[in-house]
C-alpha cells in the first residue's frame, strides 16, 4: 500500500544553517506530493505541493522537487530562522485525495 | 473565511463513557475528512465524506466509533465505551469541491480517556 517515510528528529539547527528533511514514498501510480507544517499550538497547514514528476514546490524559502526516479521529495531551505521552528509532514495523496503522513520530523531552531 | 472548526477543544473522559466531537468546515467544501493524531506520529485517516455521504471507513475506525454529516454540512464523530487507547487528537480536514489537493485542517480535539 501507499507509504511515507520521513528522517526521524528532533533536527536541531542554528539560524541560517541550512535544512534538508528527508522524505521518501511508497506508491502506486503518480500520486502529489505535499509538505505540512504544524506550528506550536497550531493546526496543520499547507506548505508547498508538487503535483508530478520533476515539479518543484516552493514557499516561503522551502523548497521541494519530485523525484520519481528515486521516489523522494526532501524538504530544504537554504537558511532557517527561529520562526521556522515546528513539526513537518510529508503527504502523498491516496483516493478521495486523503492524505497519507509520515511520522513528522520536529525542527527547532537557536538563535 | 473562518476557516474548519472543532468543539471541543480537549475532552477529559472516564474509560467506558461516549464522547462526540463536532467539525464545522469551511462553508463552500464538500469533502470532509477526519484524523486521528497520537503523541510522535502522523495523521492516520480514519474516515471521508463526500457531501452527506460516507464514501471510505479505514479499518482504524472500529465499531465503537461512528461519523455522520447529515445534509452535507457540519460532520460529528462519535466514540462509545471509550478506552484509554483513543486517546489522541482528532483532526477534521475539508476541501472543495475541485480539489487541488490540499487539504485545510482544524485546530483538532483532543481527546483524553483516563
Known amino acids: 500500500g501507499n507509504s511515507v517515510t520521513q528522517m526521524e528528529g528532533p533536527v536541531t539547527l542554528s539560524e541560517e544553517a541550512f535544512l534538508t528533511i528527508n522524505c521518501t514514498y511508497t506508491?502506486?501510480?503518480?500520486?502529489?506530493l505535499f509538505w505540512y507544517v504544524q506550528y506550536p499550538g497550531e493546526g496543520l497547514q499547507l506548505l508547498l505541493k508538487a503535483t508530478k514528476a520533476d515539479d518543484k514546490g516552493s514557499n516561503k524559502g522551502f523548497e521541494a522537487t519530485y523525484r520519481k526516479e528515486t521516489t523522494s521529495f526532501h524538504l530544504e531551505k537554504g537558511s532557517v530562522q527561529v520562526s521556522d521552528s515546528a513539526v513537518y509532514f510529508c503527504a502523498l495523496s491516496g483516493g478521495y485525495n486523503k492524505l497519507i503522513f509520515g511520522a513528522g520530523t520536529r525542527l527547532a531552531v537557536h538563535p | 473565511d473562518t476557516g474548519v472548526s472543532q468543539n471541543p477543544r480537549h475532552k477529559i473522559t472516564k474509560r467506558g463513557q461516549n464522547v462526540t466531537f463536532r467539525c464545522d468546515p469551511i462553508?463552500?467544501?464538500?469533502?470532509l475528512y477526519w484524523y486521528r493524531q497520537t503523541l510522535g506520529q502522523g495523521p492516520e485517516f480514519l474516515t471521508y465524506f463526500q457531501n452527506e455521504a460516507q464514501l471510505e471507513k479505514s479499518r482504524l475506525l472500529s465499531d465503537r466509533f461512528s461519523a455522520e454529516r447529515p445534509k452535507g454540512s457540519f460532520s460529528t464523530l462519535e466514540i462509545q465505551r471509550t478506552e484509554q487507547g483513543d486517546s489522541a487528537m482528532y483532526l477534521c480536514?475539508?476541501?472543495?469541491?475541485?480539489?487541488?489537493?490540499?487539504?485545510?485542517f482544524g485546530e483538532g480535539s483532543r481527546l483524553t480517556v483516563l
Open positions: 462553508s463552500e467544501h464538500n469533502r
Open positions: 506508491a502506486t501510480g503518480y500520486p502529489s
Open positions: 480536514a475539508s476541501s472543495p469541491p475541485d480539489p487541488t489537493g490540499e487539504l485545510f
